[in-house]
């Protein structure tokens, strides 16, 4: 079982629509959580952290489930500067800093 | 935000040759810095951490004598790809996470704008 699971996709969506993306991790032990998004042959940006009690930054919500080891990202309004592969990210909790990478859901907000 | 620079951005070497790529952060100082290896249509792996003054410690699988890490100052971080070969192209990306209280920075990294290795 992969450390960090996320729903490849792609997911293809109309401007303006609410698209919602989930994640699963394996260790219990992890402490931190974050949505990268990361665009065609660059690297990685953070979107935001991820809290217990969930967060939101304009148009973007992250919530965690620790019991179920679930990370969700939900986008509402798209825009067409969406489109971008996004990837959950976990720190592990084991050795300091180290973060396991989801394979990333790739997303495309079409006119 | 905090600023990570990577130098070269893409490197094109035939096969026997050796890398250097450097990590720097412009704004901060890191006292720790990864290295990440990323092939097409995948994520993201981490290959070492490297701790300023100390032995990077690798991921399995990662060979520490072909990938050689120095970390020798807060802001900078060396990755040599050795005897580098057609396997080896791929997207070397690092980060750099530091705890500068005073900007905000606890235990965020921040990337590198990644190096294109093309080993012909």
């Known amino acids: 079982r992969k450390e960090v699971e996320q729903d490849p996709g792609p997911f293809n969506v109309p401007e303006g629509a609410t698209v919602a993306f989930n994640c699963t991790y394996s260790?219990?032990?992890?402490?931190?959580f974050f949505w990268y998004r990361q665009d065609c042959r660059k690297e990685p940006k953070l979107l935001m952290s991820v809290y217990s009690s969930g967060n939101e930054d304009g148009r973007f919500t992250a919530q965690l489930n620790r019991a179920s080891q679930y990370i969700s990202l939900l986008i509402r309004d798209s825009k067409l500067s969406d489109s971008a592969t996004y990837l959950c990210v976990v720190n592990g909790g084991t050795s300091y800093g180290k973060l396991t990478f989801g394979q990333g859901t790739i997303l495309t907000v079409h006119p | 935000g905090a600023v990570v620079s990577q130098h070269p951005s893409w490197v094109i070497c035939k096969s026997g040759t050796s890398v250097k790529i450097e990590c720097r952060s412009l704004d901060f100082q890191a006292t720790t810095m990864f290295w990440y290896r990323q092939f097409p249509k995948q994520s993201l792996m981490l290959m070492a951490t490297s701790n300023e003054g100390s032995k990077a410690t690798y991921e399995q699988g990662v060979e520490k004598d072909k990938f050689l890490i120095n970390h020798a100052s807060l802001t900078l971080s060396t990755l040599t790809v050795t005897s580098a070969h057609p396997e080896d192209s791929s997207f070397y990306i690092c980060s750099a996470m530091g705890t500068d209280f005073a900007k905000g920075f606890t235990e965020t990294q921040y990337f590198g704008p990644g190096t294109r290795l093309l080993v012909l």
């Open positions: 260790n219990s032990a992890s402490q931190s």
